[in-house]
């Protein structure tokens, strides 16, 4: 179900978990700093959190659009498409609820029956995936020109998220099976591929271009998140030096990943491309917005990815949303 609501972006130029957690998204504490979780080659769309809140962004080449929908706790901006259209998430007293992005105009997208309703990805035919939660727990879903459609792993017991739609139509997501694994998946067209990061306890893909390339967040026996990269079942870890976590969330098609990390002062967004690994940074410091960005240093991957003494952790919920530490 779609209604069109009120524009919320406040514009300012300038020169959008961790990953396992059903839980309703911003009413949770949000730790402060950047998180970039989407984008489309020229843009990067994301939140981030200060003494005033959390607000989600879009971030073009340092000009920033910022998504602050009024009277609610927080916004997230968590997909993109080429032509610029976004999807994402806003919360206040009535709960968390999903908007579509669309020339300005800005469209509630809430599937009839769920308690919550999370669009994450869109696509450049405005295609549009996510999660929601009714009463028999959590789904994927495909949202075509209004159409909604359910989506469920064929091996998902415990639920199932969509996560990332690419201009093809294959999704990429994560479910729970019967024994209580978590593992990434893409579907292309129906035909569900499993994608499990070698020596991994769990793992959870979030994004996938047009290539077919997919990135996401691997856990290791301690529960830590790691990102990675699979290119045609050719995987490689991604971690950001000195980070408590490391966790992608899009990969555009000339190979540029977003996502965000964790260290002592909180979170930061980051890409990594060709030159290298960049962190991002989203302020809002008296009269203006500001962008930081500081170039990193990559961690080498582990040899052989030795994960050591990887078992079954009990993780009964995914994706983006782990301890928060903000008052809202």
Do not use: W
Request: hydrophobic residues 40%; proline residues 5%.
């Amino acid at each position: 179900m779609r209604r069109s609501v009120a524009i919320l972006a406040t514009m300012s130029a300038v020169g959008s978990v961790s990953a396992f957690g059903f839980v309703t998204a911003l009413l949770a504490p949000e730790a402060p700093g950047t998180k970039a979780l989407g984008t489309n080659g020229s843009s990067i769309v994301g939140e981030f959190t200060e003494n005033t809140g959390t607000q989600g962004f879009i971030d073009t080449g340092g000009n920033v659009v910022v998504l602050d929908v009024p009277d609610s706790f927080g916004t997230e901006v968590l997909g993109i498409n080429s032509t610029g259209d976004v999807v994402g998430v806003f919360a206040d007293a009535a709960g968390t609820t999903g908007f579509v992005g669309v020339g300005g105009a800005l469209t509630i997208l809430a599937v009839a029956g769920a308690s919550y309703t999370e669009p994450v990805s869109i696509n450049s035919a405005g295609e549009i995936v996510g999660s929601f939660i009714d009463p028999t727990g959590m789904h994927g879903f495909v949202d075509a020109g209004g159409n909604l459609t359910p989506l469920n792993a064929p091996s998902a017991t415990g639920g199932t998220q969509a996560l990332s739609v690419n201009s093809m139509g294959q999704i990429a997501g994560t479910f729970v099976d019967g024994a209580g694994h978590t593992h990434g998946f893409v579907d292309s067209g129906g035909s569900f591929t499993t994608i499990d990061m070698p020596g991994a306890a769990a793992t959870v893909a979030t994004g996938i271009n047009d290539l077919g390339e997919v990135t996401g967040i691997y856990y290791d026996s301690a529960g830590t998140p790691h990102g990675f990269v699979d290119i045609s079942g050719s995987f490689t870890s991604l971690d950001i030096p000195g980070a408590s976590g490391t966790e992608p969330f899009g990969i555009d098609n000339a190979g540029q990943i977003v996502g965000f990390y964790t260290d002592p002062s909180g979170n930061s967004g980051f890409i990594e491309d060709s030159a290298g690994l960049t962190a991002l940074d989203v302020t809002d410091p008296p009269g203006a917005f500001s962008v930081a960005l500081t170039r990193l240093t990559a961690v080498p991957e582990p040899s052989g990815l030795a994960l050591l003494g990887v078992g079954l952790i009990g993780f009964s919920v995914l994706r983006r949303r782990g301890a928060r530490a903000r008052s809202r």
